[in-house]
Nanobody, 121 residues
């Protein structure tokens, strides 16, 4: 059983910073892409940032230059999102996502439970 556990959300004023963390645990043989999505009330879930195992990254246009995604160099099963210069429009539930190949099953996507980020103006 693979689980993703997130932490680091909270309430921050506009212009502030937060760092989200996500750790994957379980019987994991390999992890391909890990990343972050977000969903604001009344809106669809959208990509924020993803990082492939080789190090390539992809960011939503709205966060480029403000957010940075990194992965744990040692464990390879943790991903972080450093969010700077936060704006009220960044307010959403943030979800960790990982494409994982469990050791005794086929690759599939897994989701964390979500962590709330609220940016006040």
């Amino acid at each position: 059983q693979v689980q993703l556990v997130e932490s680091g959300g909270g309430l921050v004023q506009a212009g502030g910073s937060l760092r989200l963390s996500c750790a994957a645990s379980g019987s994991i043989c390999s992890t391909n892409v890990m990343g972050w999505y977000r969903q604001a009330p009344g809106k669809q879930r959208e990509l924020v940032a993803i990082m492939y195992s080789g190090g390539n990254t992809n960011y939503a246009d709205s966060v480029k230059g403000r957010f940075t995604i990194t992965r744990d160099n040692a464990a390879k099963n943790a991903v972080y999102l450093q969010m700077n210069r936060l704006e009220p429009e960044d307010t959403a539930a943030y979800y960790c996502n990982a494409n994982v190949r469990p050791c005794f099953s086929v690759s599939r996507d897994y989701w964390g439970q979500g962590t709330q980020v609220t940016v006040s103006s």
